[in-house]
């Protein structure tokens, strides 16, 4: 994994050199109070807990992170500094673990900065600090799942457009894979162990335990397996498509 | 320093575009080797196996006894590389960038600003080191480059097309980054090894010690410029202009049937006449130009001067060529690809 740190610490920066970051991290936290206080009724509901708050998040990242994810790669691809990166003794795998790092890291910062919201339920009432500890975790794995499904597109194109909306198109699969509408669809010809397996991979239904604090190992192994499953494939990719 | 071992290279599928076919070199220190060849020959597509950024089909290079195939991360420390276009991150400032390579190079602290210092004085980026690349001009983002390849002062320089698109000055100032960079070894005394790649001849006469010219994926001819030019049919070729040239009789001859009569003289390019009205330069009157082409590159200068004195004529001009480098590309890359759409 050499290299990997520098890497690291480029592309997070990256992200500062640029409007991206400030104009992602204002649009978070806005549309994130906006889901918790005007759609969720944060305060008519009267209960000192997050669950309102971390329910939207799915719905949330679906558009935010393949904003994030969309550039990592397809932009090196794009400008040719995927040459230069690649030709640095940097192995492969430190190329794609640190950028796929630092686009996570991006987003914890954000989920971070929604702190004020977690002193506001500490000041108003006597929240579950667990409960509500859990579900940033399990935001955060949710979030680090959807890039890892984004770098994968990313690297496969040159066009941020393209890794954006099939990024979106992807993750939605996987969010509502456990919903009703879609077992429906698919109930028809697939047997019942296939439904069963495409339901438990839900995203929204693992969020959902995990944000009402039930921190299953299985989730979590769950949501670690898909990002080590898609930063692998992303590998894969981008030594397969850099010469195109 | 470099050895590339009969490295291939097919784009695709098994049917795909075959890009490089089978070459093999050797490149030692203190050689600069300019690598020409057309669009498409598979210039870049060599180097960027030998740099480890594709692998190749078969074949392999070592570069400082090390194999692209078998560990690419050790060939890709000791080489400097600057891809095609000089591509760098343009949201970065020419500082941070270098900061960024240095680390990735494994330089920290006092030893990292030591190196930056040092490149960013070697190709003058002192001006614009806070400035994002974005901003910055051709001839700056392409110093960039060269500062990222040579900070860590590496044994082997790969450099694609260092000087395309930059203005003449520029190209200027950038051959004398490398010339410095071939002759002035800083870490060793065998000096380094130099490839560049460039379609411009007059490069590989500025900088280069060795040409090699491919075509179609395929080395057509290794040697130094000196030995590349002899292959011209300018080749020791005499260009001469006549004052109003008489023949033995006194009466007005014709240059190029005179000369004809040389032993070694092949072709004649009868460039005609041209009059020029007296003047305080010289006398008037008719100029005839021609250029003798030799037979098999003899030097006719010694023939074609005495013929002049023995009919007395008044000599204007008269030059030897050494050959022209363009002419022999031309000439080698065209036959190469007539006998390919031939095949």
Known sequence: MRGLLPVFRRELAGYFNTPVALVFIVIFLFLAGIFTFQIGEFYEAGQADLVRFFTFHPWLYLFLIPAVSMRVWAEERKTGTIELLLTLPVSLSAAVVGKFLAAWAFTALALALTFPLWVTVNYLGDPDNGVILAGYLGSLLMAGAFLAIGSCISAATKSQVIAFIVTVVLCLLFMLAGFRPVQAFVSGWLPLEALQVLAGFSFLARFESISKGVLDLRDVLFFASIIGVFVAATGVVVSMKKAV | ?343
């Open chain 2, 1 to 343: 320093m470099i050895s590339i071992q009969n490295i291939s290279k097919r784009y695709g599928s098994s049917s795909g575009i075959l890009a490089v076919d089978g070459i093999s070199l050797e490149v030692g220190p203190g050689e600069v080797l300019g690598f020409l060849g057309p669009n498409g020959a598979g210039k870049s597509t060599t180097m960027k196996m030998v740099t480890g950024f594709l692998t190749p089909t078969s074949g392999t290079a070592r570069v400082c006894g090390h194999d692209v195939v078998d560990d690419p991360v050790s060939v890709k420390a000791s080489i400097g590389y600057l891809p095609e276009g000089a591509p760098n991150y343009p949201d970065m400032t020419p500082w941070s960038f270098l900061d960024f390579i240095a680390q990735v190079r494994g330089f920290s602290g006092a030893e990292k600003r030591r190196r930056i210092d040092s490149v960013v004085e070697k190709v003058q980026l002192r001006g614009v080191l806070r400035q994002p690349i974005d901003t910055l001009s051709k001839g700056f983002k392409r110093r960039v480059g060269l500062a990222q390849a040579m900070l860590h002062e590496p044994p082997v320089l790969i450099l694609d097309e260092p000087t395309d698109g930059l203005d003449p000055n520029q190209k200027h100032e950038v051959r004398n980054v490398i010339r410095a960079l071939a002759s002035h070894p800083d870490r060793d005394q065998a000096g380094r090894a130099v490839v560049l790649s460039t379609h411009i001849l007059e490069e590989v006469d500025a900088v280069c010690t060795r040409a090699v010219i491919i075509a179609k994926g395929k080395v057509l001819v290794d040697g130094t410029p000196a030995q590349l030019r002899a292959m011209s049919k300018y080749h020791n070729a005499v260009t001469i202009t006549v004052v109003s040239p008489a023949g033995p009789g006194g009466e007005p001859a014709s240059v190029a049937g005179e000369l004809a009569s040389i032993k070694w003289v092949g072709e004649i390019e009868d460039q005609g006449v041209r009059h020029v009205a007296p003047s305080a330069a010289g006398p008037g009157g008719p100029r005839q130009t021609c250029t003798l082409v030799p037979k098999g590159g003899r030097p006719l200068l010694a023939e074609v001067t005495s013929l002049c004195k023995a009919r007395g004529w008044a000599v204007e001009t008269i030059g030897v060529e050494t050959g022209r480098l363009d002419d022999v590309f031309r000439d080698l890359t065209t036959r190469a690809r007539s006998e390919g759409g031939a095949s």
